[in-house]
């Protein structure tokens, strides 16, 4: 493996023909060889691990490690590289990055497990080798989390900017026998006031690749900062506006079939027989499989692959989910709370004593709420094309996973893991669903099973039914205030359902004495992670909690969760912001309200006050106002956009989704019943920015949308006095 040597850290590319590659080497050694046929393949460009290169032309080309899924991490993660190394915005391309275990995810690794370590110099290429060797062995190279800024933006992209440019600088340097320290440099250009010279970067490419790395590139301060935190438009847009942009369900190759596919509707059930008699003598069929936990028709046209399919009929065996119906499910919920008491259950997180604290609190207050499970509905369905043959098997979809997409078809089609290319595009949606590798092992499985490439698509009723859920729960809370209203204990019980979630806890919120604890429920259904994850949940149960605690204490929303965040200035920022945004104080009309919340996650501050109108046969929400304090919005433009897409999102779920099960199967099948906000829904949203560390950053994805539902509730009380503790709200009753 070779010395271990800050060399091996940052590394500087090797230059011919007037191209330069410099980036942050991710292993010990310099794999040019495995990695140059990946992402240098321009003539003369020569790569040693990097995550940017700089051809004759002078154009910069970021090299990113993550997936585009309408969430603009394109842009902002080579703004942030672009920014550090002084280029030409006008003159920067992206690319992302391979599905390659050199370019797994590491950095995001760091940041989930070790966001503050900090170790001295010498130590870092071994501690950054460590997690790249972590983050190898899990497959991980994943878009999600809101991870991609606060880690690999922070910590890679940054830095392969900066070291890229002092390289620059020093090559010029020497060309020009001039100090260093007398040159700048901007617009992809270095320039020696001095001398009047000015040269483009290109120009010192072959120099500057001899050149000895910069033990600690210096990172700019936010003064200095001249693309990040201004709002640039997003490179994916205009491929996606014009109808070039290339998703997975895009894929075309000579001679491709079309498979539509039916899964068992019970989860672990297998076909035990089916009649495709009918089916196999229609026009363009050319295969019908039975996968034993899915049928398969494989034909010329997906119109002729699913009409086929829609004649076969099928019997599946018998489980023990078949009984299962989403009243039972609740139910069992409820009995396993009862059950656990004041006592069982795994505690998450403990502080005093709540026991005592409660018993002894002039007011009491109790509460329990619920929550369904829910689909992710993404508009490009879930699709994916395989081609096994020969030895080979290439793969394309678009999935926030590549590495482990490439691993899943490499064991599913029993060939070599380096004989098998993945082909990564945008995604049309993501939100967590394309993180699995349900529909990998599918069509590598059909492909393999037939001598053409074939292209598998679901049907929006296979993909409602057999989706990967967002789980359902249910959150029981006690809590007691004492004479002057001040809340002295909080205790919460929730049933758990999937791994992994961050735990339910009110640190923000300064009460003594507080215990969380969860209940496993096993059940047959299959879960994964959904925007936001379980801070979805959570954050409704606890901010509808936190109103209903306020209420009997005499005081409104905004001012309780004042007393509740004294002594933390950042977090009361944004409180205080969202209220003046909102006119907190200012009167409504008879049958309209206000309601807030706040939920911290994924590093950023979000405090969001909703606005409804009740006074028409259907609810309305109105205005949603967005405080948000990221540490530092690299585009801002970018980030309100995130913030206005999880209010799309959230007000979906908060107001119509649900997903329910009877006889062990999923009941909903499409947009009929599985319903989705409308424009004309939509409400008015107001988003504010607060920088207020950019040091420690947060994410954009996903944050917006946990105060979303218990600021609406919350606002339903105000105008009503009518609680909702379940959701959605097409369920509620207001009149």
Known sequence: MGKWTRRAFIGAGVAAGGALVVGI?????????????????????????????????????????????????????????????????????????????????????????????EVPEILEPTVSGSFLSLATAMTLQITGGSFSIRGTGQRAMRTAGAAAREMLVAAA??????????????????????????????????????????????????????????????????????????????ADLPDMKYA??????????????MDASVAKNMPGVLQILNMGDFVAVVADGYWQAEQALATIETRYSKTEGDTLDQDALFARYATMLDEAGDSEGDVETENGDVTNAFANAATKIEAEYKVPFLAHATMEPMNCTAWVRDGKCDVWSGTQSPL???????????????????????????????????????????AKATQYPVKMIWSREEDTTQD????????????????NGKAVS??????????????????????????????????????????????????????????????????????????????????????????????????????????IAFVPSF?????????????????????????????????????????????????????YGEISIKNGAVQQSNFHDYPILRINEMPDVKVEIINGDHKKLGGAGEPGLPPLAPAVTNAIFAATGKRVRELPLSKAQFT
Not at 260 to 272: L, M, Q, W
């Open 25 to 117: 080497a991710v292993r010990p050694g310099n794999p040019v060889d495995q990695l140059s046929p990946l992402v240098a393949k321009g003539e003369g460009e020569k790569l040693i691990n990097a995550w940017v290169k700089i051809d004759a032309e002078n154009i910069v080309t970021a090299i990113v490690p993550h997936v585009e899924m309408g969430q603009g991490i394109f842009t902002s993660l080579a703004q942030m590289l672009a920014d550090e190394l002084d280029a030409d915005w006008s003159k920067v391309r992206i690319l992302e990055a391979p599905a390659d275990a050199k370019y797994s995810s590491s950095h995001i690794g760091r940041e989930f497990l070790a966001p503050n370590l």
């Open 603 to 655: 590093g950023t501050i979000v405090a969001e006050v909703a606005e409804v109108d009740m006074t028409g046969a259907k609810l309305k929400v109105k205005t949603v106002y967005v405080a948000a304090d990221p540490g530092f919005a690299v585009n801002p433009d970018g980030f309100a956009a995130q913030m206005e897409s999880s209010i799309a999102f959230g007000l979906t779920a908060a107001l």
């Open 468 to 483: 990967h859920y967002r789980p359902s729960a249910t959150s029981r809370f006690q809590g007691g205030l004492d004479e």
């Open 404 to 446: 482990m997409a490439r691993k899943t078809a490499a064991e599913v089609s029993g060939i070599d893991y380096d004989n098998v290319t993945y082909h990564n595009a945008f995604l049309g949606g993501g939100f967590g669903r394309r993180s699995e590798m349900d529909v990998i092992i599918m069509a590598t499985r059909i």
């Open 260 to 273: 539509a596919v039916k899964a068992a509707p019970v989860v672990g059930a297998t076909v035990e027989s």
């Open 173 to 250: 340097a020497e060309k020009w026998k001039v100090p260093a320290a007398e040159l700048r440099t901007e617009n992809s250009m270095v320039i020696h006031d001095k001398s009047s010279k000015s040269e483009p970067f290109a120009n010192f490419a072959e120099a500057a690749a001899e050149q000895n790395l910069p033990a600690k590139p210096t990172l700019k301060s936010p003064k200095d900062y001249k693309l990040m935190g201004k709002t640039i438009a997003r490179t994916d847009i205009p491929a996606k506006s014009d109808g070039s942009a290339i998703f997975g369900i895009d």
């Open 490 to 595: 909080w205790s919460n019980i929730h049933t758990h359902l999937f791994d992994p979630q961050e735990a339910p806890t009110v640190p923000y919120y300064k009460i003594a004495n507080h215990k969380i604890r969860k209940i496993d429920v096993p059940t047959h259904l299959r879960f994964g992670p959904w925007r936001s994850v379980d801070h979805s949940q959570h954050g409704y149960f606890i901010e509808s909690f936190v109103d209903e605690m306020a209420h009997a204490a005499g005081k409104d929303g905004y001012a309780f969760r004042r007393e509740l965040l004294a002594g933390s200035p950042r977090h009361l920022k944004v409180l205080d912001k969202v209220a003046e945004m909102s006119g907190w104080d200012q009167p409504l009309p008879a049958g309209h309200g206000r309601g």
